[in-house]
């Protein structure tokens, strides 16, 4: 057992190296900006953090094969490269499911996993008499088992994460909210504060999978005004409240999702946000929507949630 220090100690500074640290040097000023972050500055993140990634693991695997053969573990140089590759693999494994991202610590704590056990199911498997590869398949095996386990976990922490947020967006939210009254319609997400709020729905549409973002904002001083070459003004022969209303739809550039806004009676606007051009027939989409009350909303999206708590 005198193996399981090394191996913690260099896959915990490993996880820590690459799954915070790194993260947060390359991505952190970006992510911390208050515009958005734009394509490019994230894409160029991303192609830094590829090669200092594999850089840093040619050290960290130096550094593993020096320190492992100190306590005399066998195969030192198979087991080194072995923990490095499993730490790294469980820090980049997708664990994204339908009902969203699990808590940020899944991803550390399965990089933490990979690179103790892995490493540790080769040591054990060369001690008991088996070949190296039969060892490496073992902890190749060891390596599949942990990522299957973590996805399974990952998915009911996420949903009841994302459920418990949209939950509190949904109560916080001063303005006037609206659902989409249609069973093969459902609410994927929702996040915002007190005076804006963005409901994204996944539906169907022509048997096809299409979705739509709602997003609500309170303010008194909007009115309808045309953009050249971007947004149009015209009149809806209902709008919610069952009556003639004026809407902008406004498109960037022909084949780019398009946005539909209007007036909900009293001081808060919607705005309809396709998520795939021309996915949406408007008028048979406004009338699927309803104003509602928050209670209302979470009853019918989260009949399971709903009275619980925030």
Not at 32 to 46: E, K, N
Not at 74 to 93: D, S
Not at 279 to 294: M, Q
Request: cysteine-free.
């Amino acid at each position: 057992m005198s193996a399981l220090l090394p191996v913690t100690v260099l896959s915990a500074t490993l996880v820590a190296l690459f799954g915070i640290v790194l993260p947060l040097l390359l991505l952190g000023p970006v992510l911390a900006s208050r515009t958005r972050p734009q394509p490019q500055q994230l894409m160029f993140a991303v192609v830094l953090l590829i090669p200092t990634v594999l850089i840093g693991s040619g050290f960290m695997a130096w550094w593993a094969v020096d320190w492992l053969r100190r306590y005399d573990v066998p195969a030192p140089e198979l087991t080194g490269i072995a923990l490095v590759a499993a730490a790294v693999i469980g820090l980049m494994a997708p664990l994204r499911m339908p009902g969203g991202n699990g808590p940020f610590w899944l991803k550390p704590l399965l990089g933490l996993a990979s690179g103790v056990l892995v490493p540790m199911s080769i040591i054990w498997s060369l001690d008991a008499g088996l070949h190296e590869v039969a060892a490496v398949g073992i902890g190749v095996l060891v390596l599949a088992v942990l990522v299957v386990a973590f996805r399974v976990v990952a998915k009911p922490l996420a949903e009841r994460r994302q459920a418990k947020q949209a939950r509190s967006s949904v109560r916080r939210f001063q303005g006037q909210l609206v659902d989409v009254v249609d069973t093969a319609w459902s609410l994927s997400s929702a996040r915002g504060d007190a005076n804006r709020i963005v409901l994204t729905y996944s539906g169907e549409s022509g048997g096809k999978a299409v979705g739509a973002a709602l997003v609500l904002k309170r303010d008194m001083e909007w009115v309808p005004k045309a953009k050249e070459n971007e947004s149009a003004v015209f009149e809806l022969a209902k709008g919610l409240n069952g009556q003639p209303t004026e809407a902008v739809l406004a498109q960037k550039q022909i084949g780019s999702p398009a946005t539909l806004t209007m007036r909900i009676p009293g001081t808060t606007i919607l705005s309809i946000r396709e998520t795939v051009a021309d996915s949406l027939s408007w008028v048979e989409f406004i009338s699927k929507l309803e104003l509602t009350e928050a209670e209302d909303l979470l009853k019918r999206q989260f009949p399971a949630e709903a009275g619980k708590s925030k």
